[in-house]
């Protein structure tokens, strides 16, 4: 409006009071920074694929799942634990609703989402899952300490076994380093922490090495390493430390640098008609150590056990790369991926169990097939960083080679059984035979 002192389209203006407005906001006001989030409500892409295998069925940890229904029962579990913890390091409750208290802010900053509660009970759900998850591994082996008949969870058989998927969900964590900070600054003397005909150095024992013992009886994938070490403060929780168990070594496999051209990967019923043989590698480094040689033909694929939890396991794991990782370290990402392509029917699964490449505890090969295909729904991955981009290419280009065709088809039509090598030899003879009797006759 010509004469008006305010321009309606000063953008300085426009936007001062907001500015103004955001100028007032207190940083505390502000969500925490993501850089220290390590722990992840899942996706609803991956969630609503099967919403149990991320949802704990018998005990809470930490705030996500605390006071759902159904988990009620085990709480006063985890109170029965926390006193075992008391009685045995002679710390006053106090003292420790003191220590975490000063972690509150960085213990908080470690879930993704916020924490609606209050401080004091934000801190009693820390302090009461950290010690019951300690005693826990203290009882685990029953080397440290010895359950006595009060102790349910490993007093009963078979019990601990309904809890431990449970520990190895994504939602159902606590940051590790409270575990940590709990155990070493409360840890005493060899005679106060172990029973006398079962004392070790206390100094032999750790958190950490606790949870690894814990972790490689929990899955049944998991792959022996001699040498494994880690420090502590680069394992987030108990689903960072499975995932960190199985990261390729600097000789095992790694990111290969090649663009994913195509996703039409052979099956391996497919491969197998090509002339493609299967080979299972046990031991193995680790899980992702899948190599192929077009020289001779050989795929070959780490041993692995598939029982009730493997898919659990596996849904958890990639949950936490799609939340957490970057996508040159989608490694749990990239071998679903590339194993779903590779098995779509039964037949491909019955290869893989014919070649004891799988061990199939599931007992249906379709049910198998099913699990793997539904493995893949809602999983990112990124063809630049695509672990198998390399693998996948040769395998397509071994497939589509004619002479590999014909002589797979030759060697399975006619060389693939005993009697069918016994027939083509006969066959063959008689063939000879005939044609030398033929020429005998017409020189003769």
């Known amino acids: 409006m010509e004469g008006s002192s305010e321009d309606p389209y000063d953008i300085e203006n426009l936007f001062t009071p907001l500015l103004i407005s955001m100028g007032q906001t207190q940083e505390n006001d502000l969500p925490p920074s993501p850089d220290p989030c390590c722990i992840y409500r899942v996706p609803e892409p991956l969630r609503c694929v099967n919403e149990k295998a991320y949802t704990p069925q018998l005990v809470s940890i930490g705030p996500l799942h605390h006071g759902k229904e159904g988990l009620e029962e085990m709480e006063g579990h985890k109170r029965r634990y926390l006193q075992y913890f008391l009685e045995r390091t002679g710390v006053s409750e106090k003292d420790y609703v003191t220590k975490i208290k000063g972690k509150e802010e960085e213990l908080r900053s470690c879930y993704a989402h916020t924490i609606e509660f209050s401080s004091e009970k934000f801190v009693e759900i820390i302090l009461v899952d950290a010690a019951f998850i300690i005693e826990l591994l203290l009882r685990g082996d029953g080397e440290h300490i010895k359950p006595d008949s009060y102790d349910r969870i490993f007093y009963k058989p078979g019990f601990i076994n309904f809890m431990v998927p449970d520990m190895l969900l994504l939602e159902n964590q606590l940051p590790f380093f409270i575990l940590e900070d709990l155990f070493s600054w409360t840890q005493k003397s060899e005679e106060d922490l172990l029973p006398i005909e079962d004392q070790v150095p206390a100094t032999k024992l750790s958190v950490l090495g606790l949870s690894y013992e814990f972790c490689k009886k929990s899955t049944g994938f998991y792959m022996e390493k001699d040498n494994w070490e880690c420090p502590s403060s680069k394992v987030h929780h108990f689903v960072d430390l499975v995932r960190t168990l199985h990261l390729p070594t600097a000789k095992g ?8 051209e195509l996703l039409g990967i052979p099956t391996l019923t497919k491969l197998h008609r090509a002339g493609v043989k299967f080979r299972p590698v046990r031991p193995s480094e ?12 050989i795929l070959k694929i780490p041993h692995l056990i598939i029982d009730d939890d493997t898919e659990l396991v596996l849904r958890n794991l990639i949950a936490f790369e799609q939340c957490h990782c970057t996508p040159n370290s989608y490694f749990f990402s990239d071998y679903i ?4 392509h590779l098995v779509n029917t039964r037949n491909d699964v019955e290869l893989l169990v014919k070649e004891e490449i799988v061990e199939n505890l599931l007992g249906d090969n379709k049910e198998l097939s099913t699990l793997i295909n539904r493995l893949c729904k809602g999983v990112a991955f990124d063809r630049d960083e695509f672990s198998y981009a390399k693998l996948t290419k040769d395998l397509d280009n071994y497939c589509k080679n004619p002479w590999n065709k014909w002589m797979a088809d030759l060697k399975q039509t006619y060389f693939d059984t005993p009697w069918k090598i016994i027939s083509f030899i006969v066959a063959t003879c008689v063939i000879v035979l005939t044609i030398t009797q033929m020429a005998w006759t017409f020189t003769h």
């Open 337 to 340: 991926i590339l194993i779903d």
């Open 286 to 297: 680790n899980l992702f150590d899948i190599h192929f040689t077009d020289q001779d033909g």
């Open 253 to 260: 496999n790694s990111k290969n640098g090649e663009q994913l």
